[in-house]
């Protein structure tokens, strides 16, 4: 075997000699031509351990390449070179020295080493030579500056990626928990440099590393031991554990951990060394392969299996029984691969591939690099070659394959490892199929726990009902609790496998913040750790979310005033209420003013003589007041309704206003019936400031007094100057009942106590500062911060299932059955009175119609004079006027007498029946219409006689009565005495009727 700079040389001279035949012995070279030119040989440094498994595979790599290239003749044949001593203590002076070692030997490129700090170390050297240089297996990050490793390529991602595809896989899965278990050494620093992307993540998400652990990195790796780490990991009840180690170190790790019994369910371990591969822990010799305890396991890595040559070295591995599988045999076989197809492109377009060669290594300065060493890595870098473990092609500029790619494996119960999705900078994760978790199922993993393992806690609390109700046995002095709280907590309990015991805290305080920063009450307790945490109606405030971890809010309330109920109006005439004293006496008054008005125009007005029929008679003022009453009544009267226009509107208004009177009276009093509301002097919190008639205040050291003095708002912070502070809720409630006090207090708290002292106090239905209550849980115990977390799901699954809601009336109607407060805590007056002032409308218009009532009588007067006047019963409108007045106060007094008369009758005849009487009574008023209208007839006749006799009378003709052969008028005869009949027949008063004869 010849070296690169021996071959060059004989090809030159080589070349010389046959130009020289050539030209001498006129082409009678030709069979010299025809003989094979010898090909190039270029050594490759590999900076891996002669005695490690990585050798054999480069060995078969490298052979596979020879093997192709030799039949080509003048083609590039690759040595390897290795390093004299073993690299297993992996220091730098050995790399260095390996290093000049190579560069003595005269080497065209280096590969290797395995590990991202021996990278940075050897490409310094390199990079000043020009020498080209992969890295197969480099994932540090820091590597992917390519102004300060210019000649480096790689090919295994970067360890930002990774963190990328893990902060999916965590995305996914919706996990907020985990542990770290990372080896400390210069295999890559893994707990410091490789998941420093993932921590950062972490914080910026709020995500919880429960535990940070580095193990030790022996050199034989059956030293290791893991039990102390493990168990910081169990201990702190991590369920997602992120192992990121070299990966010889993973089987011994895995093996303790089954032994300590965290691979069973509930576990998930995520394997996650770049570099590594499960196929390491394949045991063909114990079927099915995998340990069994690692069912369930999933991994993170590159795709490395996946190119077209991957099969045809596969089988050429396995043939080979002195090959040792390693994780990086696809990546170090895709750089021989690589370099000799870069070299072997050189040297077809004229390269010169003499190898730089360091014979003195004291006289080299290392500033005279390597001549040709940029072009061949331009051209290592231009190649594109679908190998062993992708398709490899690089970006200009970059030192990184495109399109890189990490696999989601899982090794499922048939103990075979199974992809299960991918992961890649462009489309992120992608999950194709379900995970196979450790114990055998596929149901959602949870990053904690979800049962506490029957630990018992001690649990702060403070008598506050509904929510805590504490009580004392007299006769054993056993404290007890009750309450909403307790019942949401044992519920809790039961579910999560885990048992309390309650305390009352010393002061009973709920816990407020003093000048000196010291706390009180139950935020003390939880900070102190006297208790593990605090069940109570504790306030949600900002101050207080500083010192304690709160849970989710279980009840959402808003505060509100208490005052003394004041009292309802009991009198044996609250239905009168609804109208005042002045309003009734009004009605009355008008209901009267409107029956003589109807009686007036009903008496005097011509149009109720022309409508009458012969059954029926005019109003008397008892039948106006009747009507008036019978229509307040709704009932309507059994006499009919007036005949006039005029009394028509009288009777047409009362109805408007008893319509109006009904339903003003009717809704007042069916409101005051249910609402049984009275108007309060205090209606909301904003009606305290400026008034001195009622004291207010609130219970000292509790987030109230806090809301009030930092309030911004001016209402409140004149509210706070003038309040005064308790000792406790109770003292607040006596003084409520015996004094004018106003408390102000959370509105559930409130309502329970209302209830509970049956009403005596009032809860005024106007909220304001509404506030969240909460369980109060230690900050920094990651054991109470995961209790806390599982209580928060515990309480959003009650929500939803609307068992908060459900206890909550069960302990308020245990209180008792008064009514809910608000029900009858209106602010508004709804027991108002109608006044006067309210009806002045409505008398207005009654007198508006009165007076056009009044118009409509003078205008029927007018009316049926002037139809006298036509029809020649009177000379002038005068004399019409005075005869409709006389006949209408004749009729009145006929009227009267005939009342008189049936009035007379019913006296002295007490045994007749009322049908009797009846009949008589309608017999008489046909007989009195009858005689009317014969009187009319006569009236009209007399009236004409007058008349002609007057014309005769001056025409001077005589004549007598005589002349006119009339009869003499005669009396009609009446059935009962005192009638129209018998009354006096001078002038034209008398009633007459025409004689039988006539």
Same mark, same amino acid.
């Given at each position: 075997?010849?070296?690169?700079g021996?071959?060059?040389?004989?090809?030159?001279?080589?070349?010389?000699?046959?130009?020289?035949?050539?030209?001498?012995?006129?082409?009678?070279?030709?069979?010299?031509?025809?003989?094979?030119?010898?090909?190039?040989?270029?050594?490759?440094?590999?900076?891996v351990?002669?005695?490690?498994?990585?050798?054999?595979?480069?060995?078969?790599?490298?052979?596979?390449?020879?093997?192709?290239?030799?039949i080509?003749?003048?083609?590039?044949?690759?040595?390897?070179?290795?390093?004299?001593?073993?690299?297993?203590?992996?220091?730098?002076?050995?790399?260095?020295?390996?290093?000049?070692?190579?560069?003595?030997?005269?080497?065209?490129?280096?590969?290797?080493?395995?590990?991202?700090?021996?990278v940075?170390?050897?490409?310094?050297?390199?990079?000043?030579?020009?020498?080209?240089?992969?890295?197969?297996?480099?994932?540090?990050?820091?590597?992917?500056?390519?102004?300060?490793?210019?000649?480096?390529?790689?090919?295994?991602?970067?360890?930002d990626?990774?963190?990328?595809?893990?902060i999916?896989?965590?995305?996914?899965?919706?996990?907020?928990?985990?542990?770290?278990?990372?080896?400390?050494?210069?295999?890559?620093?893994?707990?410091e440099?490789?998941?420093?992307?993932?921590?950062?993540r972490?914080?910026?998400?709020?995500?919880?590393i429960?535990?940070?652990?580095?193990?030790?990195?022996?050199?034989?790796?059956?030293?290791?031991?893991v039990?102390?780490?493990?168990?910081?990991?169990?201990?702190?009840?991590? #369920?997602?554990?992120? $192992?990121?180690? *070299?990966?010889? @170190?993973?089987? !011994?790790?895995?093996? %303790?951990?089954y032994?300590?019994? =965290?691979?069973?369910?509930?576990?998930?371990?995520?394997?996650?060394?770049?570099?590594?591969d499960?196929?390491?822990?394949?045991?063909?010799?114990?079927?099915?392969?995998?340990?069994?305890?690692?069912?369930?396991?999933?991994?993170?890595?590159?795709?490395?299996?996946?190119?077209?040559?991957?099969?045809?070295?596969?089988?050429?591995?396995?043939?080979?029984?002195?090959?040792?599988?390693?994780?990086?045999?696809?990546?170090?076989?895709?750089?021989?691969?690589?370099?000799?197809?870069?070299?072997?492109?050189?040297?077809?377009?004229?390269?010169?591939?003499?190898?730089?060669?360091?014979?003195?290594?004291?006289?080299?300065d290392?500033t005279?690099?390597?001549?040709?060493?940029?072009?061949?890595?331009?051209?290592? #870098?231009?190649?594109? $070659?679908?190998? *062993?473990?992708? @398709?490899?092609? !690089?970006?200009?500029? %970059?030192?990184?394959?495109?399109? =890189?790619?990490?696999?989601?494996?899982?090794?499922?119960?048939?103990?075979?490892?199974?992809?299960?999705?991918?992961?890649?900078?462009?489309?992120?994760?992608?999950?194709?199929?379900?995970?196979?978790?450790?114990?055998?199922?596929?149901?959602?993993?949870?990053?904690?726990p979800?049962?506490?393992?029957?630990?018992?806690?001690?649990?702060?609390?403070?008598?506050?009902?509904?929510f805590?109700?504490?009580?004392?046995?007299?006769?054993t002095?056993?404290?007890t609790?009750?309450?909403?709280?307790?019942?949401?907590?044992t519920?809790?309990?039961?579910?999560?496998?885990?048992?309390?015991?309650?305390?009352?805290?010393e002061?009973?305080?709920?816990?407020?913040?003093?000048?000196?920063?010291?706390?009180?009450?139950?935020i003390?307790?939880?900070i102190?750790?006297?208790?593990?945490?605090?069940?109570?109606?504790?306030t949600?405030?900002?101050?207080?979310?500083q010192?304690?971890?709160?849970?989710?809010?279980?009840?959402?309330?808003?505060?509100a005033l208490?005052m003394?109920?004041?009292?309802?109006?009991?009198?044996?005439?609250?239905?009168?209420?609804?109208?005042?004293?002045?309003?009734?006496?009004?009605?009355?008054?008008?209901?009267?003013?409107?029956?003589m008005?109807?009686?007036?125009?009903?008496?005097?007005?011509?149009?109720?003589?022309?409508?009458?029929?012969?059954?029926?008679?005019?109003?008397?003022?008892?039948?106006?007041?009747?009507?008036?009453?019978?229509?307040?009544?709704?009932?309507?009267?059994?006499?009919?309704?007036?005949?006039?226009?005029?009394?028509?509107?009288?009777?047409?208004?009362?109805?408007?206003?008893?319509?109006?009177?009904?339903?003003?009276?009717?809704?007042?009093l069916?409101?005051?019936?249910?609402v049984?509301?009275m108007?309060?002097?205090?209606?909301s919190?904003?009606?305290?400031?400026?008034q001195?008639?009622?004291?207010?205040?609130?219970?000292?050291?509790?987030?109230?007094?806090?809301?009030?003095?930092q309030?911004?708002?001016?209402?409140?912070?004149?509210?706070h100057?003038?309040?005064?502070?308790?000792?406790?809720?109770?003292?607040?409630?006596?003084?409520?009942?015996?004094s004018?006090?106003?408390?102000?207090?959370?509105?559930?708290?409130?309502?329970?106590?209302?209830?509970?002292?049956?009403?005596?106090f009032?809860r005024?239905?106007?909220?304001?500062?509404?506030?969240?209550?909460?369980?109060?849980?230690?900050?920094g115990?990651?054991?109470?911060?995961?209790?806390?977390?599982l209580?928060?799901?515990?309480?959003?699954?009650?929500?939803?299932?609307?068992?908060?809601?459900?206890?909550?009336?069960?302990?308020?109607?245990?209180?008792?059955?008064?009514?809910?407060?608000?029900?009858?805590?209106?602010?508004?007056?709804?027991?108002?009175?109608?006044?006067?002032?309210?009806?002045?409308?409505?008398?207005?218009?009654?007198?508006?119609?009165?007076?056009?009532?009044?118009?409509?009588?003078?205008?029927e007067?007018?009316?049926?004079?002037?139809?006298?006047?036509?029809?020649?019963?009177?000379?002038?409108?005068?004399?019409?006027?005075?005869?409709?007045?006389?006949?209408?106060?004749?009729?009145?007094?006929?009227?009267?007498?005939?009342?008189?008369?049936?009035?007379?009758s019913?006296?002295n005849?007490?045994?007749?029946?009322?049908?009797?009487?009846?009949?008589?009574?309608?017999?008489?008023?046909?007989?009195?219409?009858?005689?009317?209208?014969?009187?009319?007839?006569q009236?009209?006749?007399?009236t004409?006689?007058?008349?002609?006799?007057?014309?005769?009378?001056?025409?001077?003709?005589?004549?007598s009565?005589?002349?006119?052969?009339?009869?003499?008028?005669?009396?009609a005869?009446?059935?009962?005495?005192?009638?129209?009949?018998?009354?006096?027949?001078?002038?034209?008063?008398?009633?007459?009727?025409r004689?039988?004869?006539?």
């Open positions: 075997m010849y070296t690169c021996m071959a060059n040389t004989m090809l030159r001279l080589l070349f010389v000699s046959y130009v020289g035949l050539f030209v001498w012995g006129g082409g009678e070279v030709e069979g010299f031509f025809n003989q094979p030119v010898p090909n190039t040989i270029c050594k490759i440094g590999v900076l351990d002669p005695n490690y498994g990585l050798k054999a595979i480069i060995d078969s790599a490298v052979k596979y390449v020879n093997k192709q290239t030799a080509e003749s003048g083609s590039v044949m690759i040595e390897p070179v290795y390093p004299r001593h073993s690299l297993s203590a992996n220091t730098d002076i050995h790399l260095v020295s390996t290093v000049l070692d190579f560069l003595k030997e005269g080497v065209v490129g280096v590969i290797g080493p395995d590990n991202s700090d021996g940075r170390l050897v490409n310094g050297m390199l990079s000043s030579l020009q020498i080209p240089h992969i890295a197969p297996s480099a994932t540090d990050p820091y590597l992917n500056d390519t102004v300060k490793f210019p000649n480096l390529l790689r090919l295994t991602p970067s360890d990626l990774l963190n990328k595809a893990l999916d896989l965590f995305k996914n899965f919706r996990w907020k928990n985990c542990a770290i278990l990372t080896s400390s050494n210069k295999h890559g620093t893994y707990g440099q490789g998941l420093r992307w993932f921590l950062l972490a914080f910026k998400e709020g995500w919880d429960l535990a940070l652990e580095q193990h030790a990195t022996p050199e034989d790796a059956r030293h290791l031991n039990t102390e780490q493990l168990s910081n990991i169990k201990q702190a009840e991590a #369920r997602v554990i992120i $192992l990121f180690t *070299v990966m010889k @170190y993973a089987p !011994f790790i895995f093996r %303790e951990a032994n300590m019994k =965290m691979l069973s369910k509930g576990f998930a371990w995520i394997f996650l060394d770049a570099t590594g499960l196929e390491l822990m394949y045991d063909v010799s114990m079927p099915p392969g995998y340990p069994l305890y690692l069912r369930g396991l999933v991994t993170i890595k590159p795709v490395s299996e996946e190119g077209a040559m991957f099969g045809q070295f596969n089988k050429l591995w396995n043939w080979n029984s002195e090959i040792r599988r390693t994780p990086f045999d696809s990546q170090f076989t895709d750089a021989i691969l690589l370099f000799a197809q870069a070299l072997q492109n050189a040297k077809k377009i004229g390269v010169d591939l003499t190898p730089f060669t360091l014979s003195n290594m004291e006289d080299h290392f005279s690099p390597w001549r040709i060493g940029q072009v061949v890595f331009e051209n290592l #870098r231009s190649q594109q $070659l679908n190998g *062993v473990s992708r @398709y490899i092609e !690089f970006d200009e500029g %970059e030192n990184l394959p495109k399109d =890189m790619q990490f696999g989601i494996y899982n090794i499922n119960f048939a103990s075979k490892k199974v992809k299960v999705g991918s992961w890649d900078p462009y489309e992120g994760l992608m999950m194709n199929r379900n995970i196979t978790w450790l114990g055998r199922h596929e149901d959602i993993l949870y990053d904690l979800q049962s506490l393992g029957k630990k018992k806690f001690r649990v702060a609390t403070i008598h506050s009902p509904p805590v109700i504490t009580s004392k046995d007299p006769d002095g056993v404290i609790h009750d309450g909403y709280l307790v019942a949401i907590l519920r809790i309990a039961d579910e999560l496998d885990f048992s309390f015991e309650l305390y009352d805290v002061d009973g305080k709920w816990g407020a913040l003093h000048e000196n920063n010291s706390w009180d009450g139950l003390q307790d939880v102190t750790n006297k208790a593990d945490f605090a069940l109570a109606d504790l949600v405030t900002g101050v207080r979310d010192a304690v971890r709160f849970t989710k809010a279980y009840y959402r309330a808003g505060m208490a003394r109920l004041q009292k309802e109006d009991k009198s044996l005439f609250y239905w009168l209420s609804p109208l005042g004293t002045n309003a009734w006496l009004c009605i009355v008054g008008i209901c009267v003013l409107c029956a008005v109807m009686r007036f125009y009903s008496k005097y007005s011509p149009m109720s003589y022309e409508n009458e029929e012969p059954d029926e008679d005019r109003f008397s003022f008892y039948d106006c007041i009747w009507f008036m009453v019978a229509s307040f009544m709704q009932q309507g009267p059994d006499e009919g309704s007036p005949r006039c226009l005029s009394a028509r509107l009288i009777a047409s208004v009362w109805w408007i206003t008893c319509m109006l009177i009904i339903t003003l009276y009717s809704a007042t069916t409101a005051n019936l249910t049984k509301s108007k309060k002097p205090i209606n919190i904003d009606d305290l400031p400026g001195d008639r009622y004291k207010f205040g609130t219970v000292k050291s509790t987030s109230y007094e806090t809301f009030f003095g309030s911004d708002l001016g209402k409140f912070k004149t509210v100057q003038n309040m005064v502070y308790l000792t406790s809720a109770s003292e607040a409630y006596e003084m409520v009942e015996s004018k006090f106003i408390f102000i207090w959370d509105t559930p708290l409130l309502d329970y106590e209302r209830r509970k002292r049956n009403c005596v009032e005024l239905s106007n909220e304001f500062g509404y506030s969240h209550y909460a369980l109060a849980f230690p900050r115990n990651t054991t109470m911060e995961h209790v806390a977390h209580v928060d799901k515990k309480i959003l699954e009650f929500e939803e299932k609307s068992i908060l809601n459900v206890e909550w009336e069960k302990y308020l109607t245990m209180a008792g059955q008064c009514v809910e407060s608000g029900a009858d805590s209106q602010g508004e007056d709804s027991n108002r009175r109608i006044t006067i002032s309210n009806l002045k409308g409505l008398f207005m218009l009654i007198g508006a119609i009165i007076v056009l009532s009044f118009i409509s009588f003078i205008f007067t007018i009316y049926y004079s002037v139809k006298d006047k036509r029809s020649q019963r009177a000379e002038n409108m005068n004399e019409a006027v005075k005869n409709r007045w006389k006949l209408v106060i004749e009729k009145a007094q006929e009227e009267r007498k005939t009342s008189s008369s049936k009035s007379f019913a006296l005849s007490p045994c007749v029946t009322d049908k009797q009487e009846d009949r008589d009574y309608s017999v008489a008023r046909q007989r009195f219409t009858s005689y009317l209208r014969e009187a009319a007839a009236q009209r006749r007399l004409q006689i007058e008349m002609d006799s007057s014309r005769l009378l001056m025409s001077n003709s005589v004549f009565a005589e002349g006119f052969n009339l009869p003499p008028l005669q009396p005869e009446t059935d009962q005495p005192g009638s129209a009949g018998s009354s006096n027949s001078s002038g034209n008063s008398g009633i007459f009727h004689p039988d004869h006539m």
